[in-house]
Nanobody
């Protein structure tokens, strides 16, 4: 069973930077998709970014150019570097994994495509 353990996050002022990390274990194969989602109070969980074993990275329009996702294929650890943070980036951030296949556009931007989740880390951006 895939296990995901997140670290990082915290509080920062508008325009600042934060980094999230996700350590993974228990992958049954070399085909997988990993992603970051976020959920603000009173809102649905939304996809932020994803990367698969093929190395192809995708981003939501709201974070494109500001966030950077990276994957260490040796241990399948995932990171999210968040720069130029805005108040609307405030949310609980979750690491997610589909351990069976690489990322498919239009599929792996929905939370239903992932069956393994991290515990969540809070990111708060204040002005």
């Amino acid at each position: 069973q895939v296990q995901l353990l997140e670290s990082g996050g915290g509080s920062v002022e508008t325009g600042g930077s934060l980094r999230l990390s996700c350590a993974a274990s228990g992958y049954p194969s070399d085909s997988y998709c990993m992603a970051w989602f976020r959920q603000a109070p009173g809102r649905e969980r939304e996809w932020v970014a994803s990367v698969g074993n093929d190395g192809y990275k995708r981003y939501a329009d709201s974070v494109k150019g500001r966030f950077a996702v990276s994957l260490d294929s040796t241990d399948k650890s995932l990171s999210l570097q968040m720069n130029s943070l805005k108040r609307e980036d405030t949310a609980m951030y979750y690491c997610a994994a589909d351990p069976r296949r690489t990322c498919w556009p239009g599929v792996h931007d929905h939370q239903s495509s992932f069956d393994s989740w991290g515990q969540g880390n809070q990111v708060t951006v204040s002005s």
